[in-house]
């Protein structure tokens, strides 16, 4: 069990609709560390209704309050572990490390637009800042308010935007979209890119969620990017993809350090970083 400088420790179980929305994590916890040591957080209205009635019938009664999991539960701050079950995007909520105590573990899923999701296991220290690595991959569902369609937003951007240029590609894509180092590594230095593949991973579509978008097709007699908008998006992607290949980073060897008005990535040490 779990341990804090007053006897107790208090959740904030961060919950979509993924899981927590029906009561399962959240009943997990209250049975083990006691109804008054957990609150958790549902945006549904509904489904917040439902996991109180469903802990009722367990005879169980943690807090269940229905508003935006990423704004954390101030009134019952602070807290010394932060357990997310809905995936953040790009950066972490910063109110989830300014309701934490210093020492306090947030655990959370990133669900990034660019490639496969990871666990995140971040530590607060005494200057309101948390660091950590990424610790496995895992799969959830996005935070309801940073979701978006990739689909709709690169079809969108790219009718609105002309084509402005080509550009050679020598990546096998196929591959790299498999690769959770390559794919790490894109979306920590470009946070706000997203990907959606076609053709088993031969072709991408990419989207920097505003005005630029970039169409790749490496299949055979084709081997070009086609991009529009402002900026030259495939460069962007293309650059980040070199670096991993010359730096040869893990992928569970990156992490994300989060402080009040900034965020940063990081390979293997928090002192070798980028400005997310």
Do not use: C
């Amino acid at each position: 069990m779990w341990t804090s400088a007053h006897g107790t420790d208090r959740f904030l179980t961060e919950a979509d609709v993924v899981r927590t929305g029906p009561g399962w994590t959240a009943a997990l916890l209250a049975w083990r560390l006691g109804d008054e040591n957990v609150v958790s957080v549902e945006i549904d209205p509904a489904l917040a209704a439902g996991a109180r009635a469903a802990h009722a019938r367990l005879g169980l009664a943690p807090t269940v309050i229905t508003g935006d999991g990423t704004l954390g539960a101030p009134d019952r701050a602070p807290f010394d572990r932060v357990h997310a079950t809905a995936a953040f995007t790009d950066r972490v909520p910063y109110a989830w490390i300014k309701q934490a105590r210093p020492g306090a573990v947030i655990v959370a899923p990133w669900s990034p637009g660019f490639g496969a999701g990871a666990l995140l296991r971040l530590v607060v220290a005494d200057d309101g800042t948390a660091f950590g690595k990424f610790v496995r991959s895992v799969a959830f569902m996005e935070q309801r308010g940073q979701r978006d369609d990739a689909a709709g937003g690169f079809e969108a951007v790219r009718e609105a935007e002309p084509a402005t240029g080509e550009a050679e590609v020598e990546w096998v894509l196929e591959s790299l979209h498999r690769d959770g180092n390559f794919t790490h590594a894109v979306a920590l230095h470009l946070p706000d890119v997203r990907l959606r593949t076609l053709g088993g991973g031969t072709v991408w579509q990419l989207w920097d969620r505003e005005r630029s978008w970039a169409l790749v097709d490496d299949r055979p007699e084709i081997g070009k990017a086609v991009h529009g908008g402002p900026g030259r998006l495939w460069d962007e992607v293309d650059t980040a993809l070199q670096w991993q290949d010359e730096h040869r980073i893990h992928g569970y060897d990156f992490g994300i350090t989060v402080e009040p008005d900034r965020q940063w990535a990081w390979a293997q040490r928090p002192q070798r970083r980028w400005e997310m």
